[in-house]
């Protein structure tokens, strides 16, 4: 008498990423973005204020912790979207939850954190408390639409 024994194997196929994973590179791609909008616009934020912050100096530098900063945020938004069972968005849902997310990280980080931290530092040109800019508005709800799009497109099972 032959046994059978069926075996269900349960496979991930395309890029999927596990969700830290997307929200890592989801970041670290709007960071970007919003980087070279700040190039562009607010030079003296990645030149200045930004690498000022660890008592550094320099545009690569500020590049490079702005990236580091938008990854370390863009694993945040994962969290968020674990802890609310929201996963698997679609890119315009992923999108829209990313807007959503990067303009309340502006209204915490940009303009309240970041000023009393530039000032806690003895930074000469810390903005005010709170440091209402429309360009890091702007900035904030790009990184967050890239994030979010970025996150839909990784994040599939």
Excluded: C, K
Excluded at 45 to 63: C, N, Q, S
Excluded at 87 to 93: D, R, V
Excluded at 96 to 116: C, E, K, S
């Amino acid at each position: 008498m032959a046994s059978e024994t069926s075996i269900r194997r349960s496979e991930r196929t395309g890029t999927a990423l596990e969700p830290w994973q997307a929200g890592t590179v989801g970041g670290i791609a709007g960071a970007i973005v919003f980087g070279a909008m700040m190039a562009m616009q607010m030079p003296g934020v990645l030149d200045g204020a930004i690498p000022a912050m660890y008592g550094l100096e320099g545009g690569t530098v500020g590049m490079a912790i702005h990236v580091a900063h938008g990854a370390v945020i863009g694993v945040g938004f994962a969290a968020v979207l674990v802890a609310a069972n929201r996963t698997n968005p679609s890119l315009a849902t992923g999108g829209i939850l990313g807007i959503t997310y990067g303009l309340v990280i502006w209204a915490i980080l940009a303009a309240i954190v970041m000023p009393i931290w530039l000032s806690a530092v003895g930074f000469e040109m810390a903005p005010a408390v709170p440091n209402i800019a429309v360009e890091s508005i702007v900035g904030h709800a790009a990184y967050g639409l890239v994030l979010g799009v970025t996150y839909a497109l990784l994040e599939r099972t």
